[in-house]
């Protein structure tokens, strides 16, 4: 954690993405290496204005700043660090990052966006009937179970009942319980293809048969409801298992009624809940449950929960298949404005299946700009219309087959036969292939090869993307080789370390400091009896601070003893007694002090060594930048900096 906040900073410090005409003139040459104007001018804008300050770094002093963060980053792949395998696998991870938002159909994308938040605003409720189908079914199975839930819709539309229909055919475990009955819900709650469904549908509507990855869905929308937002609550459960006898049952309704009326006559909710709760998980926080809507929690308890009016409001005992719960309000809060809920859509898009809607809207925006040509006769995978299969092509099943026909192309690119054999091989798995399995893999073969093919030209199609890509590939760079010659050099390098501090020990003194004690009296009585007993001895043995803070405060405290070496600054008491400060805030009056002060002198090693190494970092990394200065030959425009602003 604290490599990666610390690359973190380097990112950070670098970056830039402001937008600017393209300028490709030569500021600066490091031996061959060419640094062009625009990307000194991005890196400058982003850091000009010196934090501390408030004022603007002159351009010639950045520079000078600049250069020695290029040779250092010169001098990391000049000594092969962008090379390691570690290095390639984690610039690789953040340049697939980086990407990410160019590689989406932004059109499509708002779209989707706006059609979430839309949703948003309404709960539905519907029932469905499940007919089971693996996703990479035959199609004669696949059609088998369309022809099945076919059936069963026009069973329902003729006028049997969708739940007596559901219980005698779904495949939904759920059904002998719920008849069908999903309760409401809302977006992102339910796979996009059924929640597409349903939001499309009207009440009292029965769908066709919708396809998900689970198989066939009949549903019936049977309500829909303005959004009821989010509640938070804090809860008392009192469990009452299956199977539960009745006298049980009583005593735990009793118990209920009892703590319920507790409660309400003003024992504090959060301690009872601590006591008497069963749900050990929101008992330790007083009950407290996080945050829900719609279709988190069952019926009866949403139910009693969204009908609390008020905050601090508690419902009357609520039975639940659980058992028996107390519920208090502790907050509500409404659909918010679409500026503060747009963050939270799009991590939740990027989780969801309607993720792949704006990714296959921008394959196939790509295959139109690339002009993507299949060569259909060549297709692994061909679909027999008279037997309704899928049928693969033998050739894929020889070994040693030749394999170089064209599958398709895009502008100079090709691909043959082989190229998918091969990442049919590195992508199968375990798993026997069938002929479908083929089919979907061909899919995201193309799709892959386009995607590929595009985020090559990300920086030619995009400056902020190259320039942002080139920022963290230097900041990497510069973090390992420094941490290499700086850091951790300092901190394993004992003998330079300590011949550094050997060195330089007049810049580590302590300034006069004052050792001792201070006494804070409550009272007068208290100040004149701790007065007469300080440095003094009882049977000859000195007596201590634990003896008189036992001796005076045996009922009540009224002695506080604080104990340490002080420097000016570090403790109002001392400031006042030892170097005449002014007093600020404090009681002088009762106040007593016993020490001696101590002399300016040397710290011990120990006592800054932090400081130590610090200052040692900063020597050799002045050392460094000055050997790379004459090492590698440095050529700045004076022309083209003279441009720069």
């Known amino acids: 954690m604290k490599r990666l906040s610390l690359f973190i900073c380097f990112v950070l410090m670098l970056s830039n993405v402001f937008s600017q005409k393209s300028n490709d003139e030569v500021l600066l040459h490091i031996e061959n290496q060419k640094i062009t104007k625009e990307e000194f001018q991005r890196i400058y804008d982003k850091n000009k204005i010196n934090m501390s300050t408030g004022e603007i770094t002159p351009v010639d002093e ?89 059936d069963i819709r026009r069973r329902i539309l003729k006028g049997e009942s969708f739940e007596s229909v559901a219980k005698g055919s779904s495949d939904d475990p759920s059904v002998k319980n719920n008849g069908g009955d999903l309760g409401y819900f809302t977006v ?134 659980f058992g028996w719960h107390i519920i208090k309000r502790i907050d509500r809060k409404d659909i918010p404005p679409f500026e503060e809920a747009v963050d939270e859509i799009v991590r939740k898009i990027n989780k969801d299946q309607r993720s792949e809607v704006a990714l296959k809207s921008l394959v196939n925006k790509l295959k139109s700009e690339y002009n993507f040509k299949e060569e259909t006769d060549n297709l692994p995978v061909t679909y027999d219309t008279i037997e309704n299969v899928y049928v693969l092509k033998q050739v894929y099943l020889l070994d040693n087959a030749n394999l170089n026909k064209t599958l398709f192309t895009f502008l100079d690119k090709k691909y043959l036969e082989k190229d998918f054999a091969l990442y049919v091989e590195n992508n199968r798995g ?74 330089h020990k007049k810049d580590y003194k302590w300034d006069e400091r004052w050792k001792g ?81 101590i002399s300016s002198e040397v710290k011990k090693f120990n006592e800054c060594k932090g400081l130590v190494i610090s200052d040692y970092q900063d020597y050799l990394n002045e050392e460094w930048i000055k050997s790379l200065r004459e090492q590698y030959n440095i050529k700045v425009n004076s022309a083209v900096l003279s441009s720069v602003k």
């Open 62 to 150: 950045y520079l000078e700043l600049f250069i020695n963060f290029k040779l250092k980053v010169y001098e990391a792949e000049k000594l092969g660090f962008d090379t390691t395998k570690s290095f390639i696998n984690e610039f690789e991870g953040y340049r697939k990052q980086l990407a990410s938002p160019y590689l989406v159909d932004e059109e499509a994308n708002k779209k989707i966006i706006k059609e979430a938040y839309e949703r948003m605003q309404l709960e539905v409720r519907a029932s469905h009937i499940l007919i089971k189908l693996a996703l990479d079914a035959l199609p004669v199975d696949t059609l088998a179970a369309y022809e099945k839930a076919m």
């Open 188 to 321: 992102f709650q339910m796979i996009y293809p059924f929640e597409n469904a349903i939001y499309n549908s009207k009440i009292g509507e029965v769908t066709k048969p919708v396809r998900t990855r689970f198989g066939y869905h009949i549903i019936k929308v049977t309500d829909k409801r303005k959004a009821r937002g989010e509640v938070k609550v804090a809860h008392i459960m009192l469990t009452v298992p299956r199977g539960t006898t009745s006298e049980i049952e009583k005593q735990k309704r009793q118990l209920c009624n009892e703590l319920y009326h507790r409660a309400m006559r003003g024992e504090d909710f959060s301690e009872l809940a601590k006591e008497f709760s069963d749900d050990k998980g929101s008992a330790r926080n007083g009950g407290e449950l996080p945050w829900f809507g719609s279709g988190r929690m069952v019926e009866e308890f949403e139910k009693a929960s969204f009908d609390l009016k008020t905050n601090g409001e508690i419902s009357q005992p609520v039975r639940t298949g």
């Open 430 to 503: 375990n798993k026997d292939l069938k002929p479908y399995n083929y089919k979907m893999l061909y899919d995201e073969f193309v799709e892959e090869k386009i995607l590929e093919f595009e985020e090559s030209r990300l920086p030619e199609k995009y400056p902020d993307y190259k320039y942002l890509l080139k920022e963290y590939h230097d900041g990497m760079l510069l973090f390992e080789i420094t941490d290499q010659k700086i850091w951790s050099k300092a901190v394993a390098d004992s003998i330079g370390l300590q011949k550094f501090y050997n060195d």
């Open 517 to 597: 004690s201070v006494y804070y009296c409550s009272n007068e009585n208290t100040y004149k009896a701790v007065s007469n007993i300080i440095g003094k001895r009882s049977f000859g043995r000195k007596i201590t601070n634990d003896d008189l803070l036992k001796q005076f405060n045996t009922n009540e405290e009224v002695l506080k003893i604080e104990t340490g070496t002080f420097e000016q600054g570090k403790n109002e008491a001392v400031d006042y007694f030892v170097w005449n400060k002014e007093e600020s805030g404090i009681n002088k009056q009762y106040i007593l002090i016993n020490g001696d002060k």
